[in-house]
């Protein structure tokens, strides 16, 4: 299959209502073109999940800016006023879910596991209406899986079956959304032939990759 | 002291807890200074929990690379040893008890070591970003903050905002002195002379328990 497509295309495939995974960690390692293209083609009533959602004018806080969500999930939303307002005044649902919690439901969401017992969040409001389960007379909490349609994702170099390189801290969640999402869209700051990247160097096998957009450069 | 004063001496005692060889994740803000005052002769390695350890100085401007921040997004450097990795691997250090003391701040600590530090419910909701996850992983948890909040006790018999952890805390560094929490509540170990000890207990919204060992407080 062809993966090397156009960010025109690519977003096409993005519906109203869809489920959007965003790699990145404070807009350090997003798909800065693939949003700037989205906000363009223009998409309502998106739930995004992503590690925090940016600022006002970097990464997906760009989208929170266009209300192109009507909920969010993520770790952290302090970098973004207007997520917060949003929120307060009750135009979007925003979901707060400890950041190791929300990387282990992706990574369930992906690799067929019914969920994740973890001790964050036991007597928080994040235990608030799931369910405890005691191993070896240890509580924990059920996380359960999460998925999407879409996952934007960024990569340093894909080659053109979709293996990936990464540079720096910018693999954070873009390593297992592309597993979680029933579609992955990776961004590339460059796209190589097959064979010239090392399988040694590989990151995230091509299997996870759907579709690769030529980026650029940062 | 002036707030600001106030704050690298905190970080100055915070960095004596520091051992030589510890893996250490400091939070945003007043924690971050921490690793200025690295004493000499330890070697201790940061790990930052958007993907790596080996967290090194902010980089001279031209020196910038935007793939490289710390979990607050300012650029910064990574040191000759480190290494990159993804949030699934950084959570699974943090969570599996890899890190040897995480620092942070907070809005409230209770005596039994409850900690509130990620929202005040109507009025700022940021979120807890990995705080949870530190606070139930790491070996040991230090909190670094100022003793009180505009004359509002921070130290409490029970937190009244949202929990981010139940009974995490094991150290607290304030500018009046150094307080553990142990299974009788509060014990202040070491005390900043420039506070007398009913000053600090006013400052205190629970029982504080005065060590015997009493010592006066140290900092790098």
């Known amino acids: 299959m062809e993966k090397l497509t156009n960010l025109e295309e690519a977003v096409h495939l993005v519906r109203d209502g869809d489920t959007i995974m965003v790699g990145g960690f404070l807009a350090v390692g997003t798909p800065e073109r693939l949003i700037d293209a989205l906000i363009e083609k223009g998409a309502k009533d998106l739930t995004l999940i992503c590690n925090d959602t940016g600022f006002i004018d970097r990464g997906v806080g760009k989208m929170v800016v266009a209300k192109m969500f009507k909920k969010i999930y993520a770790s952290h939303v302090g970098t973004n006023k207007e997520t917060g307002r949003q929120m307060m005044e009750g135009e979007t649902e925003v979901v707060l879910v400890p950041q190791g919690t929300l990387i282990e439901q992706i990574r369930a969401g992906g690799f067929g596991l019914g969920g994740v017992l973890t001790k964050t969040g036991l007597g928080t409001l994040v235990e608030e209406g799931k369910q405890i389960v005691e191993v070896d007379g240890e509580r924990y909490l059920l996380e359960k899986p999460m998925r999407a349609d879409i996952a934007l994702l960024f990569a340093e170099k894909a080659d053109l079956a979709g293996n990936l390189t990464f540079h720096g801290a910018t693999r954070n969640f873009n ?44 | 002291m002036d707030k600001k004063q106030i704050q690298e001496f905190i970080a100055r005692r915070v960095a004596l807890e520091l051992q030589d060889g510890d893996l250490v994740n400091l939070g945003i803000g007043l924690p971050t200074l921490v690793a200025n005052f690295v004493p000499e002769g330890r070697t201790v390695l940061f790990q930052s929990e958007n993907g790596f350890i080996g967290l090194g100085p902010a980089p001279e401007e031209d020196e910038i690379d935007p793939c490289i921040s710390n979990a607050g997004a300012m650029p910064v450097t990574i040191v000759p040893g480190g290494s990159f990795f993804d949030s699934a691997m950084s959570f699974g250090i943090i969570r599996g008890g890899h890190v040897d003391t995480t620092v942070l701040g907070a809005l409230q600590v209770a005596e039994n070591g409850d900690i509130a530090n990620y929202m005040i419910p109507g009025k700022m909701v940021p979120g807890m970003g990995g705080a949870m996850d530190l606070l139930n992983g790491a070996k040991k948890t230090i909190v670094a903050m100022e003793h009180t909040a505009k004359g509002n006790h921070k130290l409490l018999k029970e937190c009244t905002l949202p929990l981010t952890a139940v009974s995490a805390v094991d150290l607290i560094v304030t500018e009046m002195g150094v307080i553990e929490v142990t299974a009788k509540g509060f014990v202040l170990i070491e005390q900043n002379p420039e506070y007398s000890l009913e000053q600090i207990r006013e400052a205190t919204g629970a029982d504080l328990i005065i060590s015997m060992g009493l010592q006066k407080m140290a900092v790098v």
Not at chain 1, 184 to 199: F, M, N, T
Not at chain 1, 202 to 209: A, D, I, N, S, W
Request: proline content about 5%; hydrophobic content about 50%.
């Open chain 1, 175 to 218: 390593t297992y959304m592309g597993a979680a999402a029933d579609i992955s869209i990776v961004e590339a700051g460059e796209v190589v032939q097959i064979g010239a990247l090392c399988p040694d160097e590989v990151v995230v096998p091509g299997v996870f990759v759907d579709y690769i957009i030529d980026g650029g450069a940062l």
